[in-house]
């Protein structure tokens, strides 16, 4: 099956830092979504991008589904950014279930 | 809309016990998933279903059972629990057929249910 590979597996930052977190897959796919996992265990979807770019405030992903990888941006990090972030893709050849990577956990001191 | 909902939400059980995990989605998806979460492993794939009347294991299926009579109910059974099924436990949904919305095939997940099993 398709391989999911999230990095950094870890991060630590100050608040008010910049970060990128990478999402490198193995093969095509029809479907891209970045999680956030808050501290309560709750999934909160960020995006849905199988290509191109979006933004949403302080947030931003962008997807290159040639080049199999998808990037999300966290500008001006809060600590409220901190927790799991998650990305999951589904593949080209029919299947809608989700394979997710490790994910990329971040921490956000104030 | 209530989306995905999964109860219970914490569940304490002695070994060797059986308990069914419940998962409900009101959004007509045909996808429905079951997936465990354990510290450093992400989210690993048990039991998946593409359809009512149709389901198939996943990464980790062993210990776990699994049927979709409506497409609306998705619910995941432990036969005979064993403290390796510790785990936090997220149902999913997506994919509806018919147009799709700008969002597509989104993945909504249920709120987890905190399994212990003593």
């Known amino acids: 099956g398709i391989q999911v590979e999230q990095s950094p597996p870890d991060l630590i930052l100050q608040e008010g830092a910049n970060s990128t977190l990478r999402c490198n897959f193995s093969?095509?796919?029809?479907?891209l979504q970045w999680f956030h996992q808050n501290p309560w265990g709750q999934l909160i979807n960020l995006f849905y991008?199988?290509?191109g770019t979006k933004q949403n405030g302080r947030l931003s992903a962008t997807t290159v589904a040639t080049e199999r990888y998808s990037l999300l941006y966290i500008s001006s990090s809060q600590t409220t950014d901190s927790g799991v972030y998650f990305c999951?893709?589904?593949?080209?050849?029919?299947?809608?279930?989700?394979?997710f990577g490790r994910g990329t956990s971040l921490i956000v001191h104030p | 809309n209530a989306g995905v909902t999964q109860t219970p939400k914490f569940q304490v059980l002695k070994t060797g016990q059986s308990m069914t995990l419940q998962c409900a989605q009101d959004?007509?998806?045909?996808?429905m998933s079951w997936y465990r979460q354990d510290p450093g492993m992400g989210l690993r794939l048990i039991h998946y279903?593409?359809?009512?009347?149709?389901?198939d294991q996943g990464e980790v299926p062993n210990g776990y059972n699994v049927s979709r009579s409506t497409t609306e109910d998705f619910p995941l059974r432990l036969l005979s629990a064993a403290p390796s099924q510790t785990s936090v436990y997220f149902c999913?949904?997506?994919?509806?057929?018919?147009?799709?919305?700008?969002?597509?095939?989104?993945?909504?997940f249920g709120e987890g249910s905190w399994l212990t099993v003593v």
């Open positions: 093969d095509s796919v029809n479907n």
């Open positions: 999951a893709v589904t593949t080209s050849g029919g299947s809608y279930i989700p394979t």
């Open positions: 959004m007509n998806h045909e996808y």
């Open positions: 279903s593409v359809g009512a009347g149709i389901t």
């Open positions: 991008i199988p290509s």
């Open positions: 999913a949904s997506s994919y509806s057929r018919g147009p799709q919305p700008s969002s597509g095939n989104t993945i909504y």
